[in-house]
């Protein structure tokens, strides 16, 4: 967890302290959505700062005490006293806070993923920081100067190449108001995950005909899919090695102005499926982007689609059934991003 | 599950470290303060010192007023990056680090090859101010700006070596607050300074509570090594004077000592000769202390050590306590003839009834003594002391011999020569002035048939000298004359408290004869020229002569004619007086008299569980006050008066039988009720879409006003249907 060990501690002990602080942590403060922050779950203690401070109050009591001067000293054990309300204030400042967030988070691969934290005070608070517990995971410390009273959000960010589901840990929240002597901390568990799309890799229509599910033995659909991408002229794309030359805009190539290929709008209204097997590549990771890119286009063009990712038709999590919208596309991605 | 990518998240923490950079608004503030707090120790530094740092400061605030010009243009360029900008800002104020290197051991070297002028002290606190500005220039990280911080608090705290008095330390105290505040300020940039000055003052309030109990309970301690001590400029009385030399320190209004009587009467003012020093060598020019080697011979002969046989029930002593400000030199001031009450203070007597400090008083020290005012000073003179009291350099000043051996013809008595001296200074014209004529090679014949016009100084070693060649022991006492009384002032009153404050302006200078059977006899010149001075103070002339010298704004003499002014002086003094002797002087004697006091006598491990138990009760007491103000403050936000409407509905409600849940909006609640009471619902409804209208939409107050007397009324509708249902 937090605690890095700057001097080696052998590895069994400092694996045994984090299980057990682990363990700890857990009952102390469990996975919820909504966390307000009090004495049970706050931990303070003094920063680097704090501690050369409270060597500096020493050295200036050692200053009073060789000189034997009253005033040097009453300054000494001022400056020990500020040191103690100011842990007080630090506590206040921090403790009555309101967390909240959603534990799930979508979004694609390489994309920046955001957490958005609810933070609700009754008061004003300053100094509010927060950042995931892991600091391995790429993300960045969000910061809030000033929390005035209501609501205001915290918006984490999370970052990854590699699709999944990615439980991304506790979230650190600390505040070094009011000196910065003290770091208020708390890890909040709001059991934050990240489902990860493959990224999408653009695949042209011409590398790729949709195929209607093979077992069906719907002849006129499997036609009509077929013949996608062939009724009406809708763009020039840059040729792309591997493309029929019969869709080579001859026009243009001949005036010089590159070499293109013709691109049609496919016929709508069909059910169509996304294969797996049908991507043309051998690498699973890139098929599955090819169909994350597929996913997106006809969601935007808002066509009917299915999913198919396992070649069992029964198997519900892996076959989708054609639909259209938002939801079916978030449910098509997070197939993906689960494939394994 | 996790994703690894160390390279990036540790160029991320690289990165944060070099995005540290104080908004311009704390810089400016760390810069402020930074001009305070080295204003503060100013007096302790030298004037090249001094000089460099002005120049430093100067030279950041040039710094920081081209960063603005800088981002300025940068912002005008929109296409800049932010990052970019704020590099551009941190290189606008950070100088290149060999250009610093090269100023920081030219600085050092020049505080080296001085330190041996200036003291080890005072090249300490030159190294510190030094270190404390040049930091500025590379405030690279946010723990350079917290090193830079604790520099100043420290620069702060040394300052408090070198004076303590009540002002001073309120200084100090607000530029404490100050310094917190830039700190604060840091971390809640959004606020003011204003109100983070004043958050920062009520933490500081907060902490005086333990503060207090650690400064009451908490050990004193004996000094663990040797420090050096401070060596500022010697205040007050010199072991040498020359005849103008008091005149000079006349002018000073600075405190020198305090005298508290307790509930004794004070002496009448001319009996407040508060003697110093005795000098008893003269060379012509000048009167000096013997240099101590003859001291010591003197020394042994113990009859001229004053003691009092405590049976003699007849004398009174007077008991009273001193307190010195730091003059910076050893001697210490007391009513002739005395003994000090307790002796282990580090408090010599010597031999002609002075008092020496064992150590140079560089802080308040008080001390106790008693003194027998009407006892004669030694009846004994030792032959070694008769010659030096009778020794003069023949010849320096002709006229004055002469005069004095046609006065010890017609003078044979010792006193009646003194008389004789006196009436002449009285009757002839001679006048008492701060500023005398100036006199070559000191020649008193000068002062004494030419010019007539001198101070105390003059006219006591005028005095001193003409007896002496008349053949009389004489020697000149320098100390203070008087005092100002400060404190209640009612005469039929006995218990009267108050203490008298002596300034340097009280600094005066008398002479002493030997009379057989009477011992030294005080004889003070002064008293023929100017009566007033010895028996009541200064004069106005004389009050008015020193303001004119002085060109001060508020000089002595226009406070002393404005009374509300004088009172406020007098209070302050008071304070002053209190602050010295209970917190300046707050010893480790006092401190377990005080715990005696309070808990009675006991073992040291009582006495340290009780400092232990104090702590820990100041602090509770701490937290728990803390508890109730963070409390309240929440309490605080006063409900608007649609909000209490709605929970008087609902209190209502509640009893009943609806209770609406926190968590359920009033939407949602309305509908519940509508469900549960068909015949609440209109009327609830509306008073709930008021509510929901006034809450969340933006209203101007017109409408506001409006919407409220909106809501009141149909908080009446609903009371009164709800009166109606059975």
């Known amino acids: 967890m937090g605690i890095m060990p700057a001097f080696s501690i052998p590895e069994s002990v400092s694996g045994f302290f984090n299980r057990n602080f682990e363990r700890w942590l857990s009952k102390r403060i469990p996975t919820r959505d909504e966390h307000q922050l009090n004495s049970r779950n706050i931990m303070i203690y003094p920063t680097r700062f704090g501690l050369s401070y409270l060597g500096f109050v020493v050295l200036v009591f050692f200053l009073g005490t060789n000189y034997q001067n009253n005033i040097i000293l009453l300054f000494s054990y001022l400056l020990a006293s500020v040191f103690i309300s100011v842990m007080l204030h630090s506590f206040y400042n921090f403790s009555q806070l309101r967390f909240y967030s959603r534990a799930k988070q979508l979004g694609y691969a390489d994309d920046l993923i955001y957490f958005p934290i609810k933070v609700t005070a009754d008061k004003t608070h300053y100094d509010i920081n927060a950042h995931f517990t892991d600091r391995t995971l790429i993300s960045q410390s969000e910061h809030i100067a000033q929390c005035a009273q209501g609501s205001e959000e915290i918006k984490l960010t999370y970052k990854s190449s590699k699709r999944g589901k990615h439980y991304l840990g506790r979230v650190t929240v600390f505040s070094e108001y009011s000196l910065g002597l003290f770091k208020s901390k708390t890890v909040l568990d709001f059991g934050h995950y990240a489902i990860v799309y493959p990224k999408a890799k653009n695949l042209v229509a011409g590398q790729y005909q949709f195929s209607a599910q093979p077992d069906e033995p719907n002849m006129e659909s499997y036609q009509t899919t077929n013949s996608v991408g062939t009724d009406d002229f809708s763009e020039l794309k840059s040729f792309v090695r591997g493309e029929s030359r019969a869709r080579t805009a001859w026009k243009q190539l001949a005036k010089g102005q590159g070499h293109y290929s013709k691109h049609y709008q496919a016929s709508q209204g069909q059910l169509q499926w996304l294969k797996l097997k049908d991507m043309p590549s051998n690498d699973v990771e890139t098929q599955l982007a090819y169909l994350s890119f597929l996913i997106g286009e006809l969601t935007a063009t808002n066509q009917a689609f299915g999913l198919s990712l396992s070649a069992d038709i029964n198997n519900e999590s892996m076959n989708i059934a054609p639909n259209v919208g938002f939801e079916h596309q978030q449910a098509c991605l997070t197939a993906l991003a689960l494939y394994s | ?726």
């Open chain 2, 1 to 726: 599950m996790i994703f690894f990518n160390k390279k990036t998240s540790s160029g991320s923490v690289g990165k944060a470290k070099v995005n540290f950079c104080l908004s311009r608004k704390n810089a400016w503030l760390l810069w402020l303060c930074q001009c305070l707090n080295i204003a503060v120790i100013a007096l302790e530094l030298s004037t090249w010192m001094l000089a460099i740092i002005s120049l430093s400061l100067a030279w950041q605030a040039l710094l920081l007023h081209n960063s603005r010009d800088r981002i300025k243009t940068r912002k005008k360029e929109a296409t800049v990056k932010h990052s970019n900008h704020l590099k551009k800002q941190q290189q606008a104020t950070i100088v290149s680090p060999i250009l610093l290197g090269i100023f920081a051991l030219l600085g050092c070297l020049a505080i080296a090859l001085t330190a041996k002028e200036v003291g080890i002290l005072a090249s300490m606190v030159h190294l510190l101010c030094f270190s404390y500005v040049l930091k500025a220039f590379e405030l690279k990280a946010r723990r350079d700006f917290y090193q830079l911080l604790l520099l100043g608090l420290f620069v702060l705290a040394s300052s408090l070596i070198f004076r303590q008095d009540l002002l001073f330390s309120f200084i100090t105290l607000t530029l404490l607050v100050i310094n917190l505040s830039v700190l604060l300020q840091f971390f809640s940039s959004e606020k003011t300074f204003a109100t983070n000055i004043k958050v920062m003052a009520v933490i500081l309030g907060q902490s005086t509570i333990l503060a207090v109990v650690l400064f009451l309970v908490f050990p004193r301690l004996s000094p663990f090594w040797q420090m050096p001590s401070a060596k500022s400029a010697e205040t007050g009385l010199s072991d040498t004077v020359k005849p103008g030399d008091i005149a000079n320190l006349s002018r000073s209004t600075k405190l020198a000592f305090r005298a508290d009587f307790g509930q004794q009467g004070i002496p009448n003012y001319s009996q407040l000769y508060w003697r110093a020093m005795v000098l008893e060598d003269y060379d012509g020019r000048q009167w000096t202390r013997i240099k101590a080697a003859l001291k010591n011979t003197v020394k042994q002969s113990p009859s001229n050590t004053f003691s009092v046989n405590p049976n003699d029930s007849d004398i009174v002593p007077l008991n009273y306590q001193v307190t010195v400000e730091p003059s910076f030199q050893k001697y210490l001031f007391a009513l002739a003839p005395a003994i000090a009450s307790n002796a282990s203070n580090g408090i010599r007597a010597k031999s002609d009834f002075t008092f020496m400090s064992s150590k140079i008083i560089t802080q308040a020290k008080s001390y106790q003594l008693s003194s027998y005012l009407s006892l004669p000073l030694s009846l004994v003179l030792s032959e070694h002391s008769r010659t030096v009291n009778l020794n003069y350099p023949e010849g320096s000043n002709p006229r004055l011999e002469q005069m004095a051996l046609q006065l010890k013809h017609n003078y044979p008595d010792a006193q009646a020569r003194a008389q004789a001296i006196l009436s002449r200074i009285n009757k002839q014209n001679y006048s008492y002035t701060l500023q005398p004529p100036l006199l070559i090679n000191n020649s008193l014949d000068q002062f004494f048939f030419d010019t007539q016009a001198g101070f105390c100084v003059h006219y006591a070693s005028a005095f001193t000298f003409i007896m002496r060649a008349s053949g009389i022991p004489a020697r000149l006492v320098t100390g203070y004359l008087g005092g100002e009384y400060n404190g209640s002032n009612n005469e039929d009153d006995y218990s009267e408290k108050g203490h008298l404050s002596i300034y340097q302006y009280d600094a005066h200078a008398w002479s002493e004869i030997w009379v057989k059977d009477k011992g030294w006899v005080r004889v003070d010149p002064t008293g023929a020229v100017d009566p007033e001075r010895v028996n009541s103070g200064w004069s106005n002339e004389l009050l008015q002569e020193q303001s004119k010298l002085n060109n001060e704004l508020f000089s002595l003499y226009q406070m002393k004619n404005i009374a509300w002014l004088n009172s406020l002086r007098l209070q302050f003094d008071i304070l002053d007086y209190q602050w010295t002797r209970w917190v300046i002087g707050f010893n480790s004697k006092q401190q377990y008299n005080l715990l005696k006091h309070w808990f009675g006598k006991m073992a040291s491990w009582k006495f340290a569980l009780i400092i232990a138990i104090a702590l820990v009760i100041s602090m509770v007491m701490l937290m728990l006050f803390l508890h109730l103000f963070n409390r309240s403050k929440v309490k605080k936000q006063p409900l608007s008066k649609w909000q209490l409407v709605y929970q008087k509905a609902l209190g209502k409600l509640a009893k009943q039988g609806i209770v609406k849940p926190v968590a359920m909006t009033v939407n949602d609640f309305s509908k519940q009720v509508r469900e549960q009471y068909p015949e609440l619902a209109i009327v609830f409804t509306r008073l709930s879409v008021s509510y929901n209208c006034l809450s969340y939409q933006i209203l101007s107050t017109d409408e506001q006003l409006k919407h409220i007397v909106k809501i009141q009324e149909q908080y009446r509708d609903f009371v009164q249907t709800l009166k109606k249902q059975p």
